[in-house]
């Protein structure tokens, strides 16, 4: 568990981060402006910051380089439109800081943040090598899966639904929350795709790992 700041004006993405942190077992807590966002990521709290370019008060840029000058080595993570990713890149370099592009899908995002955990030795996730449940493991660095010991390939996508369902063995995940994570945002929420992907793992750890919760989604395990 590692304790996250979002520095994100715009709802709709804080909100879509702050619950794939949580299905991750993170905890967030949301900034909507530059100010705000420096203090908090300033008060020794958090373990790492996800930060949007365009905010008000304070852009990104400068809530950056205000956090480095007073001191803090807190990881950062930052969010950046597609089309100016350039101009991020330049304005980070020499900083041991990562960036994502925007839009992207929670398990892209999440991979970057583990990987700033695990170099700062922060957070458990950080050290976290492998989950099992229901006779099912994976190894999250090499991305690979076993059922009842036996090696099993999966897919980019089916490791990251994988995942999502190992973490939360026993919970009922929504298809939206399996397409947030899985999928990202500008993923058609009238698409099957979680569907014909649940039956992708289904064929390969079993039929009866995965049950449909009728008008709910899907839950792994008993
Ligand atoms: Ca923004």
């Not at 990881?75 to 101009?87: E, F, H, I």
């Not at 709910?216 to 395990?221: P, S």
Request: proline share 3%; aromatic share 6%; no cysteine.
């Amino acid at each position: 568990m590692a304790r996250i700041l979002i520095i994100e004006d715009e709802q709709r993405i804080a909100s879509f981060i702050a619950k794939g942190l949580r299905a991750e077992g993170h905890q967030s807590v949301i900034a909507g402006d530059g100010p705000t966002g420096l203090d908090h990521a300033l008060s020794g709290e958090f373990d790492l910051v996800v930060l949007d370019i365009g905010l008000p008060g304070m852009d990104g840029f400068e809530v950056l380089d205000q956090l480095r000058s007073q001191g803090s080595r807190i990881p950062v993570v930052v969010l950046t439109a597609r089309d100016s990713v350039g101009d991020t890149v330049s304005a980070l370099e020499g900083g041991a800081d990562d960036y994502m592009p925007k839009p992207f899908r929670f398990a892209e995002l999440n991979a970057r943040i583990k990987l700033r955990l695990r170099a700062e030795g922060q957070g458990t996730a950080g050290r976290e090598e492998s989950l099992s449940a229901g006779g099912i493991s994976l190894d999250l660095r090499t991305r690979r899966a076993q059922v009842g010991g036996k090696q099993v390939d999966l897919s980019a996508r089916e490791f990251a639904l994988a995942e999502i369902f190992l973490r939360n063995a026993g919970q009922v995940l929504s298809r939206e929350q399996l397409l947030d994570h899985v999928w990202g945002l500008d993923f058609d929420p009238g698409s099957n795709v979680v569907d014909v992907y649940v039956g992708y793992l289904r064929k390969k750890f079993g039929a009866d790992a995965i049950s449909t919760v009728r008008g709910m989604g899907y839950r792994f395990g008993r």
